[in-house]
């Protein structure tokens, strides 16, 4: 049946406008004069004829057709209600708003890697953002074989060809696979760009691509964790340090007792280090055989043989 006619009046709305739905198309049915159009916040009404678009409307609120629409309609605009001349006409509601979908590798991606002839399985998750920006190629493309289009239509074309993607990014912007959270942000970009040049065949443009997460095989995360600990031990002094210095600025802290603690025993073997190399080097330059003179150079007194002058205690031999 056509949109227009003269059985009943109406009112053409989108009413369970849902975040979930891209675009619905108004089921058709006959209206006559004083029917009306009601746009939505993060609407927009388009009116086709014959599988074309006759006119967009994007001002939210409540219009009288006969009036302040049809005479805005490219080849309608001369079309008067009657009793027998329905108009045959559809509209489809947009949502205007800009969709965040998660995504999640379906299948692990093999990645090669030297030294594993099989490759590493990695899966990953995130998300990306999209909205529609071109009514024409949506039309023609989506809206012209389906009366609604849903963020899970979206996301399950993107499914399709994400894999590919990641592969050819992370080959081209992975520079360490055992780490490609590091390298995430070059790669999610890279996928955008291919993305948005996938979708907007289709009417939409993708405004966000993000890898959230990386994950890898558990014996691959054991060698992580691994790498990692050895690393820490590595700067475990400097940390130390550091940490001795930061709480000592607290006085009260039960760190800052326990910082003084370690940094008084840390002197502490530091003095007893330094005194036992003093005496290692003074042992050191003493002669095993050498004789004290027979007087001091000191005093003048007489040595009798001894290392040290009795008298005024002068080290005789060195």
């Known amino acids: 049946m056509g949109l227009f006619g003269s059985q009943?009046?109406?009112?053409?709305?989108?009413?369970e406008f849902s975040d979930d739905i891209i675009f619905w198309k108004y089921s058709s049915s006959e209206i006559k004069k004083g029917s009306r159009l009601i746009i939505r916040p993060g609407q927009d009404a388009i009116f086709l004829y014959n599988g074309r678009i006759e006119g967009i409307f994007k001002d939210e609120g409540s219009f009288d057709i006969e009036s302040q629409i049809?005479?805005?309609?490219?080849?309608?605009?001369?079309?008067?209600?009657?009793?027998?001349?329905?108009?045959?006409?559809?509209?489809?509601?947009?949502?205007?708003?800009?969709?965040?979908?998660?995504?999640?590798?379906?299948?692990?991606?093999?990645?090669q890697a030297?030294?594993?002839?099989?490759?590493?399985?990695?899966?990953?998750?995130?998300?990306?953002?999209?909205?529609?920006?071109?009514?024409?190629?949506?039309?023609?493309?989506?809206?012209?074989?389906?009366?609604?289009?849903?963020?899970?239509?979206?996301?399950?074309?993107?499914?399709?060809?994400?894999?590919?993607?990641l592969m050819k990014w992370i080959a081209t912007e992975g520079k360490n696979i055992f780490n490609l959270q590091a390298n995430a942000y070059a790669i999610?970009?890279?996928i955008q760009g291919d993305l948005d040049y996938e979708m907007v065949k289709d009417g939409l443009t993708i405004t966000g691509f993000s890898i959230q997460s990386v994950s890898y095989p558990e014996e691959i995360a054991k060698m992580q964790n691994t790498a990692a600990a050895q690393s820490m031990i590595g700067n475990l002094n400097s940390y130390m340090q550091y940490q001795t210095a930061n709480s000592m600025g607290n006085p009260q802290s039960a760190a800052s007792q326990t910082a003084s603690t370690m940094a008084g025993m840390q002197a502490g073997m530091y003095m007893g280090s330094q005194m036992a190399q003093n005496m290692q080097n003074q042992q050191?330059?003493?002669?095993?055989?050498?004789?004290?003179?027979r007087f001091c150079p000191n005093c003048g007194k007489e040595t009798n043989g001894a290392r040290f002058c009795a008298n005024c205690g002068y080290q005789l031999i060195r």
């Open 284 to 293: 050191s330059t003493f002669t095993p055989n050498a004789e004290a003179p």
């Open 8 to 15: 009943a009046s109406s009112v053409v709305e989108w009413k």
């Open 188 to 190: 999610g970009k890279g």
């Open 114 to 165: 030297e030294g594993l002839p099989g490759g590493i399985p990695v899966r990953a998750y995130g998300t990306f953002n999209f909205k529609v920006s071109d009514y024409t190629a949506l039309i023609e493309k989506v809206a012209g074989i389906k009366n609604k289009y849903t963020v899970e239509d979206v996301r399950e074309r993107v499914l399709t060809v994400l894999n590919a993607l």
């Open 70 to 111: 049809i005479p805005f309609l490219s080849t309608l605009k001369s079309f008067t209600f009657g009793f027998n001349n329905p108009m045959r006409a559809e509209v489809l509601f947009i949502n205007t708003r800009e969709f965040t979908v998660k995504w999640g590798t379906r299948n692990a991606i093999i990645l």
